[in-house]
Each structure stands twice: as C-alpha cells, then as structure tokens.
C-alpha cells in the first residue's frame, strides 16, 4: 500500500442534485456516502449549507450530521459550513453541543459568513441580513463563549448556558473563500479551510499566506490552535485512467459554465454534456478548467494534491469536492483517491501525521 502523503484528507460533500434523480436521492447519497467514506479511512465527512438551489439540496448541514453522527463510529462528521449570519450563535452552539451528546468528540463545526444563497433568500432568512455579515467576528466570539469559553463580563446574555452541558466541544473551523475568513480564523487561533474549488483557486495562496503571518495563539484556551492549520477544499476526480476522468469531468465543466450564468442546474449527464452546442468562448473556459483541475488517475492527482500543498507551503488538510453524475464512479473515484494516499479503515477520524507514524511502525 502506498504511503500516506503529509496531510490528511477528509470529504466535503453538497448533496448535489444530478439530472435526473431528485433532492431527496440527492440527501440519502450523501449518507451512503458518508459509511463509505468511513470504511475508506478519510478523516472528516463535511456537509455545506446552500438555500433555494435547483442544484444543491443540503440546506441543513446539522441535521445530515446527526443522522450520521449516529449511523458511523470513528469518522468525523460536521459542517463546511453553517452560514453564520443567518441565525443566532446560541442557537449554533446549543445544535453543535446536541450533536456532541451524540458523538463525542467527534462533531466540527465549520463557520462562514457568506449567505450561500441569493441575496433575496438571504433576507428571508434573517430580516437583518444587511448587517449580520459584519457581525461575523463578533458572533464568532459569541459562539466560542456558548461552546465553553465564557463571555466577556459585560455580555448582555453571559448568564445564558447553551444546553446541554456536555464533557466535549465540537472543534471550530473558519470556511471562506476571502482574505476576511483568513483574517477572522488567524486573530482567534482557529483552523482555517479556504474554498479553493469555489473559484478555481483564484486568491487561495494569498489567503493562506495572511493566515500564517497573523495567526495569534491563544494558550490555554481550549479548542484553540498553538500554531497555524490551514486547509483547502478542493474539487477532485479520479477514476482508474486519465481518459476516463476527464471523460465524467464533462458534467461538471458544464455546470460550472451555467454557474457561472447565474443558473444553479442540476449537474448534466455526461450524455447532455457531450451534447450542448458550445460556444468559441466556453471552449476556452472548458479549457482553462482542465489545465487547472485536479483530475485523472489515481497518481496523477496525488501527484497535483502534493504540488498544490507545496505551492501553499504546506496544507495540513485537504477537504475533497466530487460530483460527478454517476453516484457509483463518484465512490469509485473516493476509493481510489483512499488507495493511492496509503489510507486504511482504521484511519478515519485520526490525523494524518498518527495515520502515518502507525503506518511506518
């Protein structure tokens, strides 16, 4: 088997619709998936929050957490992200602690600030959308206080207990796609997960370079980091050649050209893809997401994943985006990237550098 490389690999999966299959299909592949994922030995298994998609059906990352934070046993399971400014940070923190009640020690809880949505459903979600992105620090810190480390003395709300009281705490992650995500996570010595696939890469060396160089400790305090961990959330497609991957990539270059229209689709059929009549200029773009994609074989991604850690001196966690339209070559595509990357069953939920050491010995 072969070696694990220096990070570890984890999941993030968006319950995406595919042409075809309906949302709820889409809801109970992300469960089956979640076991899978289990078996394979990825460390976490990440749900994201989007609202009034036609292409993506997670709206409730905490709920798909419950469900398979009783239905798995080692993996680790949470959010990439909840959409902070939408709801109230006690009521985050009193789901997340529920969600400890149930796996102990095994819940994350990603964090972003970014609506997930159009600005329309953003304001159907919270009336006061307006201002509540630019409370995000604050309800950052309001949240770490409801999850154990006390508000300050003249918090209006201080004596509020978020329930249930439980021994553990799920662990916190920033999620953006912005130099401000960076920022956030780097002044409160959180983890930090850039969403490199949401835009190709574009701004992610950048923002992992501030995180580093602001990154403030905060010793003594739990769930605090003593020294940077960033992360990546990256699109990946393996099957077992080159051809093939980029064959099943054809679905997702074509969703992503009607994204980026603004139309939020059910992801194509390699059929409806290979069919669309496309223009000189979405040649290119197909183009330049190729030249850019992490996808092929099982070597040739590992090999992109170690140059893309390099390229941003070192990334202590790749979270992984897979859609494709057939939910048995997306499996197929997590079990190869598992075989390639040396992990083993044992492996879920445990860091990389254990996973290896136990390897080696």
Known sequence: MPSPPPFTLSILDQSMVASGRTPGEAIRETLALARHAEAL???RFWM???????????TAPEILAAAIAATTRRIRVGSAGVMLPHYSALKVAEQFRVLEAIAPGRIDLGIGRAPGSDGRTAFA?????????DRFPAQVMEL???????LPENHPFRTVVAQPVVETRPEVWVLGSSDFGAQVAAYFGLP????????????SEQAIALYREQFRPHPGRRG???APHPGLGVFCLVADTEAEALRLFRS??????????GLFVPLPSVEEAEAYAYSEAERARVARMRARALVGAPEQVRAKLEALSAAHGGIAEFAV????????ARRRSFTLLAEVCGLRPEDAGRPAAIAAAEAAG
Do not use: I, K
């Not at 985006?321 to 048995?328: F, I, L, R, S, Y």
């Open 321 to 328: 985006v897979t859609a494709c339209h057939d939910p048995e």
């Open 125 to 133: 979600l919270n009336p006061d959308a307006a201002q509540a992105a």
């Open 252 to 261: 997702r270059e074509l969703w992503r050209l009607m994204r980026d229209r």
């Open 41 to 43: 030995g990825y460390r």
């Open 192 to 203: 930090y997960s850039f969403a490199h696939f949401f835009a190709d890469g574009g701004g």
């Open 224 to 226: 605090r980091l003593a």
């Open 48 to 58: 994201s929050e989007h609202h009034n998609s036609g292409a993506l059906a997670g």
């Open 144 to 150: 770490l206080g409801w999850l154990g480390d006390g």
